[in-house]
């Protein structure tokens, strides 16, 4: 018997942004699917929900990969899967695999030969890249840069180094508790000519999305507490 079929399934990066998150394909797919694999139950439920799953989600075989079950393996994750059942792939926000503990499941499909289907969905990365005006032919994410000023403050300047020298974008994160002090000391470090996008909340109410130079920003400093933010750093 042949293998299902592995879909990774983008699921709103913020509350209320089904609308700008759900393809017609996607509703399609999700309502022929009946096993899930998640970061969050509770979440994901919610989100098929919004998709606008028909089938009760009281038939639905839904397996929890968050962080507390990782310990525990992944083998019974594929079962459905070589038994030639369809399984979705679903992380908290964002699209699987990218910056998301869902790379390890995507991998291990491809070693075991199962098919692989990207479902389009929303990237903030690629969001906040695309609003940003800097290079989209050269780009790299960094994720989560060091916790230690000192060491963060390094990895900044490496950072711009590398933009400068490679005419390339550089992307990076934080946790959204820790944007304030990351982004004070990205205004302390960096070059005043230096480029910095920030892209927090996006697809909300409240989105906000802006470029300027370091200069610029020390001038007017926005408050990203507790926002998801995306940051971009751009030197030429």
Known sequence: MPFGTLYLIPVPLAEEASAKSFTPFLTDTVNSIKEYIVENEKTARRFLKEAGLKTPQSELIIHDYGKHNRADGTAHFFKGLQAGSDV????????PGVADPGAEIVEKAHRMGIKVVPLVGPSSILLALMASGFSGQSFAFHGYLPIEKADRSKRIRELENLSERNDQTQIFIETPFRNNPMLEEILKTAHPKTRLCIACDLTSATEFVQTKTIAEWQKRIPELHK???IFLLYHR
């Open 88 to 95: 979705g792939l679903m992380s908290e926000a964002g699209c």
């Open 227 to 229: 926002r998801p933010a």
